[in-house]
């Protein structure tokens, strides 16, 4: 069964340090999203992106982050200047489009700032 | 504000049936999503409600009434691998996904 992938599964960086997270989606999907959850609290959306363009972002989406389809295949999350509120676990989720599809979501990156 | 309220933690029998509650208040409605989380892992799809009335998935099944703002997921049979947070999403009428923060099932022997 097709599923989304991501890398690295952990990642440990300095604060003011530039991280970027990699997602691969479902082939035939369209939509694409991040969603971070810091440890205990709620899933919280940052980004969809359809197009090749983000097609809407959340108030903790500010300039620090951005994102990208480089290629076919990867769908990228960069933070420029990590803070050590970022610390959380960041999940790619892609689905098929349309109005009623689910979102599928790939294992998570756990980020940690020092 | 947008928000959704489920009970933080339940705690059922091994066998037994637990439904999940979930209310919302949402800017608009364009469907509703129960989703499993174990700790530490992605959450992965349970169900989907976008018209009121009760869906039923195996053991799973999941209720939505649009007028109430409410929905419950009602899990049967219930087995020690159903210990997990139980997760309330409701699609906004940005097509945002609005999160609940999660009722954590404890399955007891």
């Known amino acids: 069964e097709p599923e989304v992938t991501q890398t690295p599964s952990h990642q440990v960086t300095q604060m003011g340090q530039e991280v970027i997270l990699r997602c691969v989606p479902i082939s035939n999907h369209l939509y694409f999203y991040w969603y971070r959850q810091i440890l205990g609290q709620k899933v919280e959306f940052l980004v969809s992106f359809y197009n090749n363009e983000i097609s809407e972002k959340s108030e903790i989406f500010d300039d620090q982050f951005s994102v990208e389809r480089p290629d076919g295949s990867n769908f990228t999350l960069k933070i420029r200047s990590t803070k050590l509120e970022d610390s959380a676990m960041y999940f790619c989720?892609?689905?098929?489009?349309?109005?009623?599809?689910?979102?599928?979501f790939g294992p998570g990156t756990r980020l940690l700032v020092l | 504000g947008q928000n959704i309220d489920q009970p933080t933690e339940m705690t059922a029998t091994e066998g037994a049936i637990v439904q999940i509650n979930c209310t919302y208040q949402t800017s608009g409605f364009n469907g509703l999503f129960w989703y499993q989380q174990h700790a530490g892992e992605a959450p992965t799809f349970l169900s989907y409600n976008v018209l009121d009335g009760l869906e039923e998935k195996g053991r799973f099944s999941s209720f939505l009434s649009r007028s109430k703002g409410y929905s419950y997921l009602l899990l049967k049979e219930l087995q020690m691998k159903d210990s997990a947070s139980y997760l309330c999403a409701v699609r906004d009428s940005n097509y945002q996904l609005i999160w609940g923060a999660g009722t954590k099932l404890i399955i007891k022997p």
């Open positions: 989720a892609s689905s098929s489009g349309g109005e009623w599809e689910t979102q599928y």
